[in-house]
């Protein structure tokens, strides 16, 4: 099955960029999230969860200082320079984006990010050192919110399309595989 990339792409046309879905599905990520932090901190009183699903799915609020699993939890500055170093780099892949695929999920890293980045910038006790607003609960996994989920599910996607060799320029193959063709038939590329 040829997609619709694939037939611009040996036509000679260049898909479109896609910078603007990426800002799209950022800004929708974050908009839930911030949406859903706002509810989590106004209905859900801390140490009384809400039950969803018996005990397997609950809404049970926490002040996350860390990462992921509370790892860092003395480190909150530094894991908001690594924030906004993924945000800067997103918005700079971003800029030349033609895979739609790639778009999804760096609009989904790009959302996430910026959902936990204003938890650290804006949220008790200050800027650089704000606590992360999470409130899902599955099981055993630990407790987490709409970014954590856009970061996960974002990264997810780019490590798949990475491997099935589909690019952020929209052409398929590894980046280093067309690198080496060009040097074969003299070509620079």
């Avoid at 790639?102 to 910026?114: H, K």
């Avoid at 910038?121 to 607003?133: I, N, T, Y």
């Avoid at 999470?134 to 780019?158: E, H, K, Q, R």
């Amino acid at each position: 099955m040829v997609s619709e990339v694939d037939k611009e792409v040996s036509a000679g046309e260049r898909p479109p960029t896609r910078m603007r879905m990426l800002v799209v599905i950022a800004a929708t990520v974050l908009a839930l999230d911030l949406a859903t932090k706002v509810a989590a901190v106004h209905f859900i009183e801390p140490g009384n969860p809400i039950r969803v699903i018996g005990d397997v799915v609950t809404l049970k609020l926490i002040r996350n200082p860390g990462a992921a699993f509370s790892m860092a939890t003395g480190m909150t500055w530094l894991l908001t320079l690594v924030a906004i170093a993924v945000v800067i780099g997103v918005i700079k892949i971003g800029r030349t984006l033609r895979s739609p695929w790639w778009a999804l999920g760096l609009g989904l890293v790009l959302g996430g990010a910026l959902g936990n980045l204003i938890d650290r910038m804006f949220r008790a006790p200050g800027p650089l050192q704000g606590h992360v607003v999470d409130f899902v609960s599955v099981g055993w996994w630990p407790v987490f919110n709409v970014a954590d989920s856009g970061v996960v599910c974002g990264a997810i996607l780019l490590v798949a399309l990475t491997l099935v060799g589909l690019n952020p320029d929209g052409s398929r193959g590894h980046a280093d595989e067309s690198t080496e063709a060009g040097s074969a038939t003299g070509k620079e590329s």
